[in-house]
Every structure is written in structure tokens, then in C-alpha cells.
């Protein structure tokens, strides 16, 4: 994964640095400094945050579009961001215990990290969206529709019955042993070279194209599974029945202080977090990504037309 993609795990001196660092209490009086990652995704769900606590009155400074994984967490634990949107699967990593299969069942994935960064960072994490922005093969349109591809087993029949096939990704999805070798084993099939086109980067934009357009006869993708550009290219996102990958759902996480001084952020966000699922959010992504409109309105547009927040 990039260091800039909305699920980066990348922690260094920065993450550890931080942690010696004091932290200062918040006072009900103090602006919550929201953040997010430098993506569509967090931007968007961020832009979410800060009009719900307005509309509450509770007092907010924008910090969106903050950096990185590693750039945002540090700045949560060293006190100076207050809330951003985080990924429950990544606490696998903040605290080293990624071999745990926890990970891979959504609740348990969730409760496990918000005890263990309540207990070690006073930091609460609030209520995950049913959105699972995880590794996923997406395919052609057409050829889901011709061969009748649904789930990573009916994709492992195709290829092992000969069926003609291309995936794109990036180097770290091809190699990384968590990423495509897993769903290989797990599912009991085999790429070739001649069967992969590996691009530079970590991003999927540009495999998900090629897949899309049958560039290089690319006719399959690696793809996160919020994606913006999977229903605007006609993807289809292979079903992975056997649980295969962690689970990163999106979740408000925020200081323990900053929760004590308005204790009635989780109940305001609870609503909102609830009706992302991954084809809203695939929705959304898509209006900024492909439509090119601003993250911001976006956010508010859907708020308004769902109920959450007033015309204003």
C-alpha cells in the first residue's frame, strides 16, 4: 500500500516520536480539530464529521487532508489533531498483532482495536461503518457476465479451467504474501507471469482502466473495495467467502479527552457512520474521483438528502 492511500499501515520515528510527546486535555470550550488522510475517502467522511458536530454546536477546526497513516496517527497521539477517520483493520498493525484472525470478522476486528487503543492511548473508537475498503480482485464487466464470475471461487474455476485471464496491480498486491498469494492458496489456483501485469505504484486507478479498457489484455484488477471508479468502469468486485482478507472498515476514532468534554460525538456520528456501506461510499468516491465535484459539498448533499443534517 502507498503511503498516501486511505488504508496505508506505514508507522515509523514520526509514530514514535509522538508518543513522548505531552498531551493537552480539551476543555468544552475547545474547537474539535477534525483531520482525515490525504485521500477522497477520509476527506469525504471527514467533511461528514465536521458538519454534524456544527450543526450540534460543538465548535471544529479543519484539519483534512492531514498526510498519510503514519502522518495522521502520530498527530492523534501527540494531541494535535483531535478526531480523524480510521480503518479497523489497521490496528493489527498499531499494535503488532496482524497474524491474529480476529482481524478477519468485522465486530470482533472492531472491538478488539477500540480495547486496545482505550487501554493504551486513551483514544475511543466510535461505531464502523458496514464498508469494507479491503484488498479485492475486481473484473472485467463483460467477462463476470460471460463466465459467470460472482466470487473468488467461480474466478479460481475459470482460471483453472483455462479460461483466458490478466490481472493488474501493483508490485506490493502481487508479492506481498497478505494480498494476491493469499487469495491464490485460499482458493486454490495459480497466476502465471504471462498472467499478471505489474504496474508501479500502489494505487489502483490505473489497473482498474486497464481492466476496464483491456489494455494489455488486462481484463482483471486488483482493487480496494471503496473504490470510486469500480461501478463508473463497470467492475465487478469478486464476493471472498472464505474471509481471506482483514476487514478496514471506517470508523470516527478521537481522543479520550475530547469525548469527556462532548460526550455526545458518538451518539451524533453513529447515524451517519451507519449508512455508509461500501456502495455508498463507492458512490461517493466516484462523484469526486470521476465527476471531479468537491469533496465538501458532496459530503453535505448526501447528509442533507439522507436526513442527517439541515438545508442551509
Same mark, same amino acid.
Given at each position: 500500500?502507498?503511503?498516501?492511500?486511505?488504508?496505508?499501515?506505514?508507522?515509523? +520515528?514520526?509514530?514514535?516520536?509522538?508518543?513522548?510527546?505531552?498531551?493537552?486535555?480539551?476543555?468544552?470550550?475547545?474547537?474539535?480539530?477534525?483531520?482525515?488522510?490525504?485521500?477522497?475517502?477520509?476527506?469525504?467522511?471527514?467533511?461528514?464529521?465536521?458538519?454534524?458536530?456544527?450543526?450540534?454546536?460543538?465548535?471544529?477546526?479543519?484539519?483534512?487532508?492531514?498526510?498519510?497513516?503514519?502522518?495522521?496517527?502520530?498527530?492523534?497521539?501527540?494531541?494535535?489533531?483531535?478526531?480523524?477517520?480510521?480503518?479497523?483493520?489497521?490496528?493489527?498493525?498499531?499494535?503488532?498483532?496482524?497474524?491474529?484472525?480476529?482481524?478477519?470478522?468485522?465486530?470482533?476486528?472492531?472491538?478488539?482495536?477500540?480495547?486496545?487503543?482505550?487501554?493504551?492511548?486513551?483514544?475511543?473508537?466510535?461505531?464502523?461503518?458496514?464498508?469494507?475498503?479491503?484488498?479485492?480482485?475486481?473484473?472485467?464487466?463483460?467477462?463476470?457476465?460471460?463466465?459467470?464470475?460472482?466470487?473468488?471461487?467461480?474466478?479460481?474455476?475459470?482460471?483453472?479451467?483455462?479460461?483466458?485471464?490478466?490481472?493488474?496491480? +501493483?508490485?506490493?498486491?502481487?508479492?506481498?504474501?497478505?494480498?494476491?498469494?493469499?487469495?491464490?492458496?485460499?482458493?486454490?489456483?495459480?497466476?502465471?507471469?504471462?498472467?499478471?501485469?505489474?504496474?508501479?505504484?500502489?494505487?489502483?486507478?490505473?489497473?482498474?482502466?486497464?481492466?476496464?479498457?483491456?489494455?494489455?489484455?488486462?481484463?482483471?484488477?486488483?482493487?480496494?473495495?471503496?473504490?470510486?471508479?469500480?461501478?463508473?468502469?463497470?467492475?465487478?468486485?469478486?464476493?471472498?467467502?472464505?474471509?481471506?482478507?482483514?476487514?478496514?472498515?471506517?470508523?470516527?476514532?478521537?481522543?479520550?479527552?475530547?469525548?469527556?468534554?462532548?460526550?455526545?460525538?458518538?451518539?451524533?456520528?453513529?447515524?451517519?457512520?451507519?449508512?455508509?456501506?461500501?456502495?455508498?461510499?463507492?458512490?461517493?468516491?466516484?462523484?469526486?474521483?470521476?465527476?471531479?465535484?468537491?469533496?465538501?459539498?458532496?459530503?453535505?448533499?448526501?447528509?442533507?438528502?439522507?436526513?442527517?443534517?439541515?438545508?442551509?
Amino acid at each position: 500500500m502507498a503511503l498516501i492511500t486511505r488504508r496505508s499501515t506505514l508507522l515509523g +520515528s514520526t509514530l514514535i516520536a509522538a508518543l513522548t510527546l505531552p498531551i493537552l486535555p480539551a476543555r468544552a470550550a475547545d474547537p474539535v480539530r477534525v483531520s482525515s488522510k490525504i485521500d477522497t475517502e477520509g476527506e469525504l467522511i471527514g467533511s461528514m464529521v465536521i458538519a454534524i458536530l456544527n450543526q450540534a454546536g460543538i465548535p471544529t477546526i479543519n484539519k483534512l487532508r492531514l498526510g498519510n497513516t503514519r502522518i495522521t496517527r502520530a498527530a492523534l497521539l501527540a494531541g494535535e489533531i483531535d478526531l480523524y477517520p480510521e480503518y479497523t483493520g489497521n490496528g493489527a498493525f498499531f499494535f503488532h498483532v496482524d497474524s491474529d484472525p480476529v482481524w478477519k470478522n468485522a465486530k470482533e476486528g472492531a472491538a478488539r482495536v477500540r480495547e486496545l487503543d482505550a487501554a493504551q492511548n486513551h483514544i475511543v473508537w466510535m461505531a464502523a461503518a458496514p464498508a469494507n475498503n479491503t484488498w479485492a480482485i475486481g473484473v472485467n464487466g463483460d467477462l463476470a457476465a460471460k463466465a459467470k464470475l460472482k466470487t473468488l471461487a467461480d474466478f479460481a474455476a475459470y482460471v483453472n479451467g483455462g479460461g483466458k485471464v490478466r490481472v493488474a496491480g +501493483s508490485a506490493e498486491f502481487v508479492e506481498s504474501a497478505a494480498a494476491l498469494p493469499a487469495f491464490q492458496q485460499a482458493y486454490g489456483f495459480k497466476l502465471s507471469q504471462d498472467q499478471l501485469l505489474v504496474l508501479a505504484g500502489g494505487g489502483t486507478s490505473a489497473s482498474e482502466k486497464a481492466a476496464a479498457e483491456g489494455t494489455s489484455g488486462v481484463n482483471a484488477t486488483m482493487v480496494y473495495g471503496t473504490d470510486g471508479a469500480i461501478d463508473a468502469l463497470g467492475l465487478v468486485v469478486l464476493e471472498d467467502p472464505k474471509s481471506v482478507q482483514m476487514v478496514y472498515e471506517p470508523a470516527a476514532i478521537a481522543r479520550e479527552a475530547v469525548i469527556t468534554a462532548y460526550p455526545k460525538i458518538p451518539d451524533l456520528l453513529a447515524p451517519v457512520f451507519a449508512r455508509l456501506d461500501e456502495k455508498t461510499l463507492r458512490s461517493l468516491n466516484a462523484k469526486v474521483e470521476v465527476e471531479g465535484q468537491i469533496a465538501a459539498k458532496v459530503a453535505q448533499a448526501w447528509l442533507v438528502s439522507n436526513g442527517l443534517l439541515k438545508q442551509g
